[in-house]
């Protein structure tokens, strides 16, 4: 084994990129390096891509951290590494050693090749495009004159195996968790891929359809219990999620008839989109239903990975970047909480604080007194850094079971956070011997009683009490 780190990648690998404007702030994973540089992923913070600057004919590996201002590292075992992707610590990759290409592993602990006993090696037969989660690696392998999607567990001491033989090609397989998808033609032939599933942890294997819809369905990526793929349409693609705890289509979007490459990770989508000139990098989040344009301008930025909250991407074919999406802002009302009774009359204490993201400036305050279903204001544009205001609520009936407050940024009011559900109440107008007003008779009212004994009420005259 060759280890090295080459000297024309330094310094041209740990910037920030500046070349043009984009939506997000572009980091440099490797850029100005002298090779192609493509097909990135992404797993935590360690990015690799595959680098030909030695020449087309010899393609290595490379890796680094996400934001690491240094050199990236390589390694070099034979004539060919491609189409790396990485889960923890551990790289596959596809190698040419002759005319054919295996399925190899590599440790980034160790900096060693990974023992990969009981996989094809060196036979003459095609394996390539391989993908990894955990121990479990899922790639291509020919089988006669198709495609099967084989599995292989690091360090079971298993034989690989298909997932199930089929009379047309099983391609692009994605595996994460436990859960592999591809796509896969024994429905349609070769007029129309359907998306394919199968949990890995459970011998025998059992395939099953996503979702089948008679279209044509390519580049399948999975995160959890979200499966997205591309379906090629008449002159367009349709970009498609499903949730299998639904079960069934919860996103579609449809961009210019190109591949679109989608990635995902905990519920937010990427993916390249044809602006008619170039590629631009898009994302949806799933749970928050928000768009994000993260690189728009002149260059091709094509190929997106995603882990997290971190994507990269190759740009112009030559360059590795990536961006950080932002976490939304998330408000937390810490009071009142769920379940308190106020009496009407006293003041409530709202209180808030940051649970993520970034704060706004000022927050508007509303009330509900019907769970929701309606806003009345309370105050506008209070300082957020003053994380609490005291409510003099005003109550003209018996009582309210089921009042909110809503703290919301003054600019965005979809940026919010919403109480609890608590109680407002009037005191019982029978309870007469209640002196103090505190809607509960005990001693304190005996006392204010003692207190005020023979006290006269009429202002102009104290002695008037006592002639009556």
Not at 336 to 365: C, H, K, S
Request: proline share 5%; glycine share 8%; hydrophobic share 40%.
């Amino acid at each position: 084994m060759k280890w090295f780190s080459l000297y024309l990648l330094m310094a041209v690998c740990m910037f920030i990129s500046t070349a043009k404007a984009d939506d997000l702030p572009v980091v440099g994973i490797c850029v100005g390096a002298s090779g192609n540089q493509m097909y990135p992923d992404i797993d935590g913070d360690i990015v690799v891509w595959q680098d030909d600057v030695k020449g087309p004919a010899d393609i290595d590996i490379y890796w680094k951290h996400f934001g690491d201002p240094n050199d990236p590292n390589t390694f070099d075992l034979s004539a060919n590494e491609d189409v790396p992707a990485v889960s923890g610590n551990v790289i596959v990759y596809q190698d040419k050693w002759s005319s054919t290409r295996d399925i190899r592993a590599y440790n980034l602990l160790s900096l060693s090749p990974i023992d990969l006993t009981g996989i094809h090696f060196e036979d003459g037969v095609n394996q390539k495009n391989p993908d990894v989660s955990g121990d479990y690696i899922v790639y291509e392998h020919l089988a006669g004159s198709v495609y099967d999607v084989y599995v292989y567990e690091i360090g079971a001491g298993l034989p690989t195996a298909a997932i199930e033989a089929s009379s047309t090609h099983q391609l692009r397989p994605a595996v994460d968790g436990n859960l592999a998808v591809w796509m896969d033609g024994r429905d349609d032939g070769y007029a129309g891929y359907d998306i394919y599933m199968c949990d890995v942890s459970v011998k025998p294997y059992t395939a099953a359809a996503v979702h089948a819809s008679g279209g044509d369905q390519w580049n399948p990526a999975v995160s959890g219990n979200l499966i997205v793929w591309e379906e090629l349409g008449s002159g367009t693609v349709t970009l498609m999620a499903y949730d299998l705890s639904v079960p069934g289509i919860i996103w579609t979007h449809t961009v210019p008839a190109t591949n679109a490459y989608p990635a995902v990770s905990n519920g937010i989508i990427v993916w390249q989109e044809d602006n008619g000139s170039d590629y631009d990098i898009r994302s949806y989040d799933t749970a928050t239903g928000g768009y994000l344009e993260i690189a728009t301008g002149v260059q091709d930025d094509e190929r997106p990975a995603i882990s997290g909250r971190r994507v990269v991407w190759q740009r112009n074919g030559t360059d590795i970047v990536g961006a950080v999406i932002p976490s939304p802002t998330v408000i937390q009302v810490d009071t009142p909480v769920a379940g308190e009774m106020y009496l009407a009359g006293t003041q409530i204490e709202i209180t808030w604080q940051l649970a993520d993201g970034t704060p706004p400036e000022y927050l508007d305050i509303d009330c509900s007194v019907n769970n929701g279903a309606a806003w009345q204001t309370v105050v506008e544009d209070v300082p957020f850094t003053d994380l609490q205001y005291t409510w003099d609520p005003i109550v003209d009936v018996n009582s309210i079971d089921s009042c909110q407050i809503r703290v919301s940024d003054a600019l965005d009011s979809t940026t919010s956070g919403i109480s609890g559900v608590f109680s407002i109440f009037q005191c019982d107008a029978d309870l007469t011997a209640d002196l103090t007003g505190d809607c509960f008779v005990d001693i304190a009212d005996v006392a204010e009683l003692a207190r005020q004994w023979l006290d006269c009420g009429n202002p102009h005259d104290p002695a008037w009490c006592l002639g009556n």
